[in-house]
Each structure stands twice: as structure tokens, then as C-alpha cells.
């Protein structure tokens, strides 16, 4: 009768053995994603024709010193009020409702277009002419636009203020 067997041995693999299989798999890899490859490829090169890998290698290579000077830099009084104001006008600006903000800006495009066309007229305004001038729609309108912008400058808003 046979003897059980208690141990198994595991031939080993050969260095060039192994280096075959992963090279074969890496080939499957590239095969099986191509497209992602060749875009990245694609990428890189671009990035590369930019500059912008010559940067990052400085940039990496001298990564102590760099942050040095960043850290260096933003630890001074000016810049790190810059930086809490660049962070306060991007929260300000991510409140805008820009639906409502767009007919507004429009009109002070108009506004800024009629005074590029004539910047400096020759005739002046009196009160009289001023008065005449309240009477035509367009006008009217805009003094009523520009009050209403005045009252809501007017409004409380401490309680919405985030400093």
C-alpha cells in the first residue's frame, strides 16, 4: 500500500520564469485597455510639450525649499488676509443667483455701451433738461432700477455676514 503524502513541494519559479508571466500580463493589460492607454500616453505628451512636466520636476526636486518659501509666504500678514478674502469672495460669489443677476448686468452692459459711444457729450444737463428726462420710460426706469438696488443696499444683513 501507498504512503500518504504529507508534504507538498512547491517547485520554485525561475527568475526568468517569472519575468516572463509578468511581462505577458502586462501585455494583456495594455491590450485589453488601449484606448485609456493611448489617451494617457496622449495626455502626457501634451502636458509634457506645455512645460509643465519640466515645472513639476523643479518643482519636486526642490520640494524642501519650495514649501519653505510657500509656508514662508503665507505666513505674512497680507497674504494670509489675501487668502481669507479670496476664500470669503468664493463663498460670496457661489450665494449670487446669477438667473437674477443676468437682466441687471445686461443693462449695465447697455449703460457702459451707450456711454463708450459718447463718452464725453458736448451738451450739458440743467434741471430742466433733468425733469424732461424723467418723463421718458427708459430713464424712468432705470431711476426706479437703481432706487430699488439703493433699498436693498439699505437692508440689514449682519445676520447673513460669515466673518
Known amino acids: 500500500m501507498a504512503k500518504p503524502t504529507r508534504q507538498i513541494n512547491i517547485a520554485p519559479v525561475s527568475e526568468e520564469e517569472a519575468r516572463k508571466?509578468?511581462?505577458?500580463?502586462?501585455?494583456?493589460a495594455l491590450i485589453d485597455n488601449k484606448e485609456s492607454v493611448l489617451?494617457?500616453?496622449?495626455?502626457l505628451n501634451n502636458i509634457n510639450k506645455s512645460g509643465v512636466t519640466s515645472l513639476l520636476n523643479g518643482l519636486f526636486s526642490e520640494g524642501d525649499k519650495v514649501?519653505?518659501?510657500?509656508?514662508?509666504?503665507?505666513?505674512?500678514a497680507e497674504n494670509t488676509n489675501a487668502i481669507k478674502n479670496i476664500l470669503l469672495l468664493m463663498g460670496t460669489l457661489g450665494t449670487?443667483?446669477?438667473?437674477e443677476l443676468e437682466p441687471i448686468l445686461l443693462k449695465v452692459n447697455n449703460g457702459?455701451?451707450?456711454?463708450?459711444?459718447?463718452?464725453?457729450?458736448d451738451a450739458t444737463t440743467g434741471y430742466v433738461d433733468l425733469f424732461k428726462k424723467l418723463k421718458d420710460p427708459e430713464v424712468n426706469r432705470s431711476?426706479?432700477?437703481?432706487?430699488?438696488?439703493?433699498?436693498?443696499?439699505?437692508?440689514?444683513?449682519?445676520?447673513?455676514?460669515?466673518n
Not at 431711476?143 to 460669515?162: A, D, K, P, W
Open 39 to 43: 489617451s494617457t500616453i496622449e495626455l
Open 96 to 99: 449670487l443667483n446669477i438667473k
Open 112 to 121: 457702459v455701451q451707450r456711454v463708450s459711444d459718447d463718452p464725453e457729450p
Open 143 to 162: 431711476l426706479t432700477l437703481l432706487i430699488r438696488f439703493l433699498e436693498g443696499m439699505g437692508e440689514e444683513t449682519e445676520s447673513e455676514e460669515r
Open 21 to 28: 508571466e509578468a511581462l505577458e500580463e502586462i501585455q494583456t
Open 67 to 76: 514649501l519653505d518659501v510657500i509656508v514662508t509666504e503665507a505666513s505674512k
